[in-house]
Every structure is written in C-alpha cells, then in structure tokens.
C-alpha cells in the first residue's frame, strides 16, 4: 500500500468546498426533478451541529429512497459536466461498491489501498439508496448476513492486496475470483422489492448496517432505518447554503450516534477516507 499523504489545512478545506460544489449541483437537478434526498451521517450532522463540515470531516453523504435514487440516475446527465459527474458500477465498469458517487470533474483522489483499482477516481461524495428489509427480525438477520457475504466480494478486490493480515489475504483472494456481476445481480433482486410508500424499514444493502455500526440499538431497529426519515423532509443550513434533510434530525442522529451533539476526543477526530494520491 503506498504511503498515506496528509492534506494540509487548505487543502482539506479546498476538498471540503469542491464537494460543497457537488452537493449544491445534487441539489439542483433533485429539485428540478422533484426527487426526495436527505443529507445524510455526518454531512446532517454537521448541518445541525456546525452549519457546515464538520471540521475533520472529509465527505459529504447523500441518501435516497430506492425510487428516488432509481429516478436520480435517470437525469444523472442533467449535472453540469464541468462540475461533477455521477458514478456507479453501470456507469463504471471498474467500479465496486453498493452504492453511488458523484465525482468532482478534473480532479484525482487515490484512496490508500484502492491504488491498482481501475476505477474512476476524483474529489466524491457518496449518494446511497435506501432499501426495504424484510419485516421479521429472522428475515433481517439473515438478510444481513447475506449482504455481508455480498460486501466482501466487492471488497476482496482490496482486501487481497491491501490487508495487512496475509490468511486475509489469501481468503480474500479467492473470493477475488467471483465476478463483481454475480453479487450486483443478486442485489438486484432485493432492489426491486424496494417501494416508498411500503411499511419497512430501510437500510444500505452493501454497507454494514447503519444501526449497529456506531451507537447500540435494540434489537428490534438495529437493521434498518425509519423510511419516513427520508420521505419528511426540511430545508437545513450548510456553509451558507440550503440543503435537503430528515426533519426529524434528533432521532436519526441519536439513532446513529447516541449523543451526538458531544465532540469526540481529539484523538478520534480523523478523516475516515486516508488518501496516497489527490490533484486538485
């Protein structure tokens, strides 16, 4: 893995306003096409606690409905072309992972580890769609289970070059050697039981589920996510700008972080996305 280059304070924060520039063009095509988004994770958070990034935070994060997201690629090719353009595995055919980007244009960022990926890379922020679990508790767990299973397909594409731990790396190697279709083509499947106005929960099919992965939840809720928190929707302040967000902010950020508006320990406040090549 190559080494991990540290962006200095102005280029953290130049990074953070070409991602704003991203969101605000998000924002535009969504409203002209009447598509629901919500600022998501630490992007809602930072609306709610900062006005703005969090100070260390080094993306920006957008959910949607899976109708909406369905819809958002649909006009996808509204978004100014100069500005960003928007990314998936059909989109992308190195591309791996269970969820969308919008990639700022003529820029470069190399995650560490992601270096021999073929992928299009670039300045991002992250659109995730939301999708129905199943309404039984068993039904979710296995589900979740099955999704983890999915995941590290897509991941051992990494894990079989960059993991540190050499049975990880071997395991992940063989995993390599399923092709990226075969996990696409049966999330497909989940996807299309996906409907805004069904009573389920909702959660991202190929990310660990949002529910366990900070804060303890019980058991009941662990899996999936209120749909109303992004049908109900208000306009939230971010960097002098007006951005889409659940109106019920309280609960999906307890739900996500416990207490929220308490800072983490200085020593936890890191980027989560180290980077060994970027150009501006």
């Known amino acids: 893995m190559a080494e991990v280059k540290n962006l200095t304070l102005e280029e953290f924060r130049r990074m953070q306003l070409l991602q704003l520039g991203m969101v605000s063009e998000l924002d535009r095509v969504c409203r002209a096409n009447h598509i629901n988004y919500s600022i998501f994770c630490g992007t809602l958070l930072g609306a709610v606690r900062h006005k703005g990034y969090i100070p260390w935070d080094d993306d920006a994060d957008i959910a949607m409905l899976r109708e909406d997201y369905e819809k958002f690629k649909k006009v996808a090719d509204q978004l100014d072309p100069d500005i960003c353009f928007f990314q998936d595995h059909d989109t992308d055919p190195e591309y791996r992972w269970g969820y969308g980007k919008l990639r700022r244009t003529g820029t470069t960022f190399v995650r560490a580890g992601q270096e021999h990926l073929k992928t299009k890379t670039g300045v991002f922020i992250d659109i995730f769609p939301m999708d ?126 416990g207490n929220y508006m308490e800072l983490p320990p200085e020593e936890e406040r890191e980027p989560h996305a180290p980077v060994s090549y970027y150009e501006f």
């Open 132 to 257: 129905d679990i199943p309404l039984s508790l068993p039904g979710q767990i296995l589900q979740d289970f099955y999704c983890f299973c999915l995941r590290k397909i897509l991941w051992s594409e990494v894990g079989r070059v960059s993991d540190t731990n050499a049975i990880r790396r071997g395991f992940y190697k063989l995993l390599s050697h399923i092709p990226k279709d075969f996990v696409y083509d049966r999330t497909k499947k989940m996807e299309r039981k996906s409907q805004n106005t069904s009573p389920n929960r909702v959660r991202i099919l190929l990310f660990p589920s949002i529910g366990k992965l900070y804060t303890k939840n019980s058991l009941r809720t662990l899996f999936g996510m209120e749909k109303n928190w992004f049908t109900d929707l208000t306009d939230y302040e971010f960097e002098g700008q007006t951005f889409r967000g659940t109106r019920d902010y309280d609960r999906i950020l307890k739900y996500i972080y």
